[in-house]
């Protein structure tokens, strides 16, 4: 009986990563359309973002109500509590991700049906590569629990935050000698905005990684310290 539920127990678990990973590759996707709709205005990658917002919500409420039955029916060990723990966290960060796509990609179809912008602002070529290189990693850090890689991508948001305050100085007195263009600026304000949200939950998900592996929330901690406790050795419990 014993070996039964131990059997139980590990398939529940397999089921949560297996969910886990489809919803982090829909995100991915996500993303990947959305910085195409912006960057090429494009509304058939717009299109894509809406479209798999409804499998990213249903997975979060999935996976939600498979984590809230261990922790309720199966009194997890500390370790796989920790991924528990993280993994509901996670969900969260992916799920915001998604609606930031998803107002992107609305931008983006409101751009591409107005008279273009007459200066190209190439802060958001950087800021897409940037965002969708520290979710990648993130997510690949999560999934082998690689501190160290974590650790890279919270550093890596610094630079995401520079794209943006630079983009938001340039866009800002825009509206003054342009405001004819005032509506298309104002998108683009809000497509900078939702790029660095992006960053923060990617940096997030790569703090997650820390904990799962060390037990050690770094969160609102100096990066300083965050890259010391990702280098120090994981705990085996």
């Not at 160290?148 to 943006?164: C, M, P």
Request: hydrophobic share 40%.
């Amino acid at each position: 009986m014993r070996e039964h539920i131990s059997g139980q127990y590990d398939n529940e678990l397999g089921t949560i990563r297996a969910h886990l990973t489809e919803m982090a590759g829909l995100v991915e996707r996500q993303l990947e359309h959305a910085g195409t709709a912006l960057l090429q205005q494009a509304p058939e990658h717009a299109d894509a973002v809406i479209r798999i917002d409804a499998d990213v919500n249903r997975l979060e409420v999935v996976i939600d109500d498979l984590c809230s039955h261990i922790i309720v029916r199966r009194q997890p060990t500390a370790s796989d509590l920790r991924f528990i723990m993280v993994t509901l966290k996670a969900i969260t960060d992916l799920e915001r991700i998604g609606d930031e796509c998803s107002r992107i990609a609305k931008m983006a179809t409101d751009l591409a049906s107005r008279e273009r912008v007459r200066e190209r602002f190439t802060e958001f070529d950087d800021m897409t590569a940037g965002v969708t290189g520290m979710l990648r990693d993130a997510l690949h850090a999560f999934f082998r629990v690689d501190t160290e890689s974590a650790a890279d991508v919270i550093a890596r948001d610094k630079g995401v935050d520079r794209s943006y305050k630079a983009v938001m100085a340039r866009l800002i007195p825009k509206m003054e000698q342009e405001p004819e263009a005032i509506r298309a600026l104002l998108d683009l304000v809000w497509c900078a905005r939702s790029l660095e949200r992006i960053g923060d939950h990617a940096k997030n998900i790569a703090e997650y990684v820390i904990y799962l592996g060390h037990g050690q929330d770094i969160r609102h901690q100096p990066l300083e310290t965050k890259q010391r406790e990702a280098q120090n050795e994981p705990r085996s419990s």
